[in-house]
């Protein structure tokens, strides 16, 4: 399960960015020296656009936080992300063990909810 949301919190940072549509350059590209662009600071991003398929379990992983609380959401794709528990246990202003208690009961509401409402294995 956990997986799921990581994979989908990976999609979404491989999706292209949101630009504002409309807006484009008139003047023309800046050839630059090698050693110029030696010394930019700023590196071209290169997007591997992801699949389809991808998208299509992202979209369905991003449904299934609809079923959590609203405080642990966040929770969910902080860690999904690869936030260490260490840093979202001083976000949330508690321990570490409350923080994974918390992430493992939101995981278990979610498999609950998919296996249709049945409570099975309660930790």
């Given at each position: 399960?956990?997986?799921r949301?990581e994979e989908?919190a ?13 807006y ?6 800046i ?33 299934w936080?609809q ?6 959401r ?9 936030d ?15 923080v ?10 979610v ?13």
């Amino acid at each position: 399960m956990a997986a799921r949301f990581e994979e989908a919190a990976r999609t979404g940072r491989t999706l292209p960015p949101v630009r504002v549509q409309g807006y484009f350059r008139v003047w023309p590209h800046i050839v630059r020296e090698q050693w110029e662009r030696l010394a930019a600071d700023d590196q071209p991003r290169h997007y591997y656009p992801p699949s389809p398929a991808a998208i299509d379990r992202m979209l369905e992983t991003m449904r299934w936080v609809q079923w959590l609380d609203v405080d642990h959401r966040p929770l969910v794709w902080m860690r999904a992300q690869g936030d260490e528990w260490r840093y979202i246990a001083k976000r949330y202003a508690c321990c570490v063990k409350t923080v994974q208690r918390r992430w493992q009961r939101a995981m278990q509401t979610v498999v609950d909810r998919l296996n249709g409402g049945k409570q099975v294995g309660r930790v």
